[in-house]
């Protein structure tokens, strides 16, 4: 018997959803342009005029833009890294003659799709501009997300990560991930029970496999690998062998579809430019004493014919152990327990205190109210 849930109103509702969407699309302070740019999309009010190739070295692409009151902006570049070529962002301010240099090289090199985010601040706008990208030989972005973003108070331990950007889709960013400098380094942390120890410094490659290697001190309880992969489809996976023994396919995050990195890609098949979360979690007794095989294999079970590129990086083992067992000191003095001092000879033990009789309670009074006859006829 196979059951079966009707929603018949779903249609209506996404149509009615859809509509008002597109009626306030207009003063939404989050715009999406693809590049070629379509003359036909609505712009919103503080965008003048479709993007438009600028003069200078290279191609170079401009936007014109009055950025709202009070307001930071944050930009998602999507752009194509295949041919070797970063992208350099400048801020043009009306009436300054000299383009300043938001970020340098947003590139890290890895020959496939990527996407970076850059918060530009309202004071370093400072009013109305033209934002220039500009590419190698060709222009290799394919799309250029705006998102206009105002301070909020939030609570945060000092501790942990804190994010600096929550994006409409419910991105975390954090200030590394958002100021166009080159990605740092991870380093080893220990928080409580729990070692975060770091496999790789920077993007690895990881086609068609890739070795790591860590050491350890002692076995631990629990254990858990989580990194970041950039270039690998959605219809592939990458499997995890501790010590040549496998562990199974990780778990490989797949982005809301708010996300601008999704793009379409040959035969239907789409592709994500930028990198995606993956984790999973690793038998405690796979782990030992000393060097310990991190082996990261991609696998395409569906299209063994694939020769795309593919990348790690933010490779972490975590690791728990049990808290450390703090022996008692033995040669530490016992503390003398207090006791009562007794009563000197001839004196008479002190008399208890009076406890004045208790009322009695409503049950009391009510038995001894019928065993007076006091309720016969």
Not at 229 to 241: H, M
Not at 261 to 286: C, M, N, T, Y
């Amino acid at each position: 018997m196979i059951a079966r849930i009707s929603k018949p109103l779903v249609s209506s509702v996404v149509a009615v959803v859809l509509g008002a969407f597109a009626a306030r699309a207009g003063d939404d302070m989050v715009f999406t342009a693809d590049l070629p740019f379509d003359a036909s999309q609505a712009l919103p009010v503080w965008m003048h005029g479709p993007p438009v190739s600028a003069p200078g070295a290279g191609a170079r692409v401009a936007f014109r833009l009055s950025p709202p009151a009070d307001r930071d902006l944050l930009v998602h570049f999507v752009f194509d890294e295949t041919e070797g070529g970063g992208l350099r962002v400048e801020w043009l301010r009306d009436g300054s003659g000299t383009p300043e240099v938001i970020s340098e090289n947003l590139g890290e090199g890895l020959g496939v799709p990527n996407q970076r985010p850059l918060l530009i601040s309202a004071s370093r706008l400072g009013g109305n501009g033209t934002l220039l990208l500009q590419g190698g030989a060709n222009l290799n972005v394919n799309r250029v997300k705006f998102e206009w973003v105002s301070e909020r108070t939030m609570l945060a331990s000092t501790t942990c990560y804190v994010p600096v950007v929550v994006t409409a889709s419910r991105l975390t960013l954090a200030e590394a991930d958002v100021d166009g400098g080159p990605r740092r380094a991870l380093q080893d942390e220990w928080r409580d029970r729990v070692v975060r120890a770091a496999l790789t410094e920077g993007a690895e490659l990881l086609t068609p496999s890739l070795e790591l290697v860590s050491t350890l001190e002692q076995a631990p309880t629990k254990a858990r690998l989580e990194a970041s992969f950039a270039g690998v489809f959605f219809d592939q996976e990458v499997w995890l062998l501790i010590n040549n023994q496998e562990v199974g396919p990780m778990a490989i995050d797949v982005p809301t579809l708010e996300d601008p990195g999704h793009l379409p890609g040959p035969d239907q098949r789409g592709v994500f430019a930028g990198w995606r979360k993956a984790s999973i979690h690793i038998p405690a007794e796979l782990l030992l004493p000393g060097e310990n095989s991190v082996l990261l294999e991609l696998r395409s079970p569906v299209n063994s014919n694939y020769r795309n590129r593919t990348f790690v990086r933010d490779a972490v083992l975590e690791l728990s152990y049990p808290p450390p067992v703090k022996e008692p000191d033995l040669s530490l003095p016992l503390r003398d327990v207090p006791v009562e001092p007794e009563p000197h000879a001839g004196e008479e033990a002190p008399l208890p205190p009076v406890v004045p009789p208790s009322a009695p309670g409503p049950a009391d009074a009510l038995n001894s109210f019928w065993q007076s006859g006091a309720g016969s006829f």
